[in-house]
């Protein structure tokens, strides 16, 4: 990949009306080539920034915001996850993951960083994975779940099993993640090791 030299712009999510600093922080970062002094140049480097808890507003910046760019610059784009989160809400991470997967973007989870819970559903879902970091995966769970009914707690987790399920399926990773991951108490979260990355399949790239 080419170096980089010239910031483009930086699009920091805490900046719009919507965004709850106690929940999610965002960036999208782009970085271009030149694009002004050499129209001729390949593309631009897109980089996705999730730090915090995963939310649906993450899910809403990142997809309006790239595709602005996109049509903006009007040349093909790369683009990279930066993932630095505990987790957050199941199905805004699954639909994070499919956003890099159409993009086939880049997820690394950078030394120092983790990526726990739901967000191992954003870093399957890229189709190159970068991990140097910890990934700790756990029963996911909302503290904020209003829902006291056993029956109705039982419903929720099998519709959302299955969702999971089928997303697992489409970026070709083992359903058996999510099974192990049910199995797990979020107080005691395992740390995946390489060898548990790479039978998950989260270790590959999967072009």
Known sequence: MQVFKRYLTLLTISALPFFWPELSRA????LDPGLENNP?????????????QIT?????????????????????????AELDSPGGEVSAAVELGR????????????????CASACVFVLAGATNRNVVGEVLI??????????????LQKEKYSALRKEVAKFLDEVNISTSLYDDMLRISPDEARALSASDLEKYGLSADDP
Not at 44 to 49: E, F, N, P, S, T
Not at 99 to 114: M, N, P, Q, T
């Open 99 to 114: 956003l890099l997967r159409k993009h086939k973007a880049l997820a690394k989870v950078e030394d120092g960083s983790i």
């Open 40 to 52: 001729d140049a390949s593309g631009a480097l897109v980089v996705i920034r999730i730090h915090g």
């Open 27 to 30: 960036d999208l970062l782009i």
């Open 138 to 151: 756990h029963r996911p769970y909302n503290p904020d779940d209003q829902v006291t009914s056993a029956t």
């Open 56 to 80: 649906g507003r993450d899910v809403t910046v990142a997809n309006n915001l790239t595709k602005t760019v996109i049509r903006t610059i009007r040349k093909p784009v790369v683009v990279i």
